[in-house]
Each structure stands twice: as C-alpha cells, then as structure tokens.
C-alpha cells in the first residue's frame, strides 16, 4: 500500500531565508502533485512532476522529483508572509488513486 | 467558468441519520474523488470513480456510499455507521490519467464542513 511522507510536518522560517519540504513515498509512481492550502479553504494546483529529474518553478517555489529515490522536494526562496499555508503533496498509484502526504504547516515570520 | 460545486458549505448532522453531500463537476473530467480531513491532518481518500457507474472504495470508505449514474455528478452519502462524521469533506475531479500524457492536476471544490448535532 502507498504511503506518502512529508518533513518537516511544522516550519517557522523568518522572511528572506530558504528551506526545503520533503516528500517521500513507498511504492513507484509517475506522478507527483504539489497543493497549497490556505486555513478554512479548498487546494490549489502548485506543480505536477511527472518523470525523473523533473524540476518546475513558479515565482519563490521550486519542486523537484527523483522517481529512483522516492522523493519530491518543494525548495523555498526568500520567503515571504504570503507564503504561509500549508503544503500538500501527493502521489497517484498504478490503481489511478490519488494518495496525500500529511501535508507541512509553513509560517513565514517577518 | 468551469469548475467544481460542493453543497451545501455547512450541514450538520442529527444522531442516526443518513446525510447526503452534493458534488457537481462542469470541466468534462472522467474521474472524480471524494476526501476527507479532519482538523490539522491531511487529506484521506474515501471513494473514487473513474468512470460513470463505477468506482472504487478509498482507505476509509466505512460508513460511507457513493452513486456516479452521470458524469457531472458524484454525490457522497454518510451513513449512520459513520461514528465520528464530524470533518471537511473535499470533492475533486481530474481527466482520467490513462486517457493521455496530460500534467493535469485534480481540481478541487470548495468543500463541506460537516458536523454532529
């Protein structure tokens, strides 16, 4: 059975500074998903990986995927308030599911 | 605009009662999925569907049913069997992964927040 991992599960960065989320899972896939949820609301889309080596950025944010190790990483730049939420990903299986990690709170301080 | 609709935003729930949650997808998408979460955790999946007339039991399907007889539609029923309802439910859809090389995303709906009475 997929199971889906995140570290750190809580994170405090100070505003300018970088940091790194992690994202392992047990069982291959092809497809990895990063969400961002903001307190009270819904997901929304971040980044779909779907091969080895896959890197994507938007603005401050930067995932990566390594299929042979397992592991997706969402790379913070210079961190500001509005980046605060709290970040998903998640990983579909051979069977079309779609398996969530626990997801990683993120408070950017000024 | 294309998009997913959840309803109601609130329901609360008497002791023995069966509540049904609604969840409506214009966007085309052959699959769709409902999650739970509870306060502070991560999303678990209860059911999904790939096509209409089907679908498949999630990791906490107890005491839950779905129905998927049009493609729009994938409404979430909580059964009385269900002890600890008490949650925000998340309706989503996506094409169906087989169907291509798309990097599409599942789209997710504004959801139900579902409590005990």
């Known amino acids: 059975e997929l199971k889906v991992e995140q570290n750190p599960l809580f994170l405090s960065m100070q505003e300018g500074k970088n940091y790194t989320i992690y994202c392992n899972y047990s069982?291959?896939?092809?497809?990895l998903y990063w969400y961002r949820q903001d307190p009270g609301k819904s997901l929304e889309s971040l980044f779909v990986l779907l091969s080895n080596g896959a890197v994507k950025q938007e603005g401050r944010l930067m995932a990566s995927l390594d299929t042979k190790a397992r592991l997706s990483t969402l790379h913070i730049t210079a961190a500001v308030h509005d980046l605060s939420a709290t970040y998903f990903c998640?990983?579909?299986?051979?069977?079309?599911?779609?398996?969530f990690g626990p997801g990683t709170s993120l408070s950017v301080i000024p | 605009d294309g998009g997913i609709t959840q309803s109601p935003k609130y329901l609360f729930r008497k002791e023995g009662q069966n509540v049904t949650l609604s969840c409506e997808q214009n966007?085309?998408?052959?699959?769709m999925y409902w999650y739970r979460q509870d306060p502070g955790q991560g999303l678990r999946l209860i059911y999904y569907s790939q096509i209409v007339n089907d679908f498949q039991k999630g990791d906490i399907a107890e005491g839950y049913s779905v129905s998927r007889e049009k493609k729009e539609s994938f409404p979430l029923t909580v059964t009385s069997a269900q002890k600890n309802p008490t949650a925000f439910y998340l309706c989503?859809?996506?094409?169906?992964?087989?169907?291509?090389?798309?990097?599409?995303?599942?789209?997710f709906g504004d959801g139900t927040r579902l409590s005990i009475l």
């Open positions: 069982t291959t896939s092809d497809r």
């Open positions: 966007l085309n998408h052959d699959a």
């Open positions: 998640a990983v579909k299986t051979s069977y079309d599911k779609v398996i």
């Open positions: 989503a859809s996506s094409i169906y992964f087989r169907s291509g090389q798309l990097a599409q995303p599942q789209h």
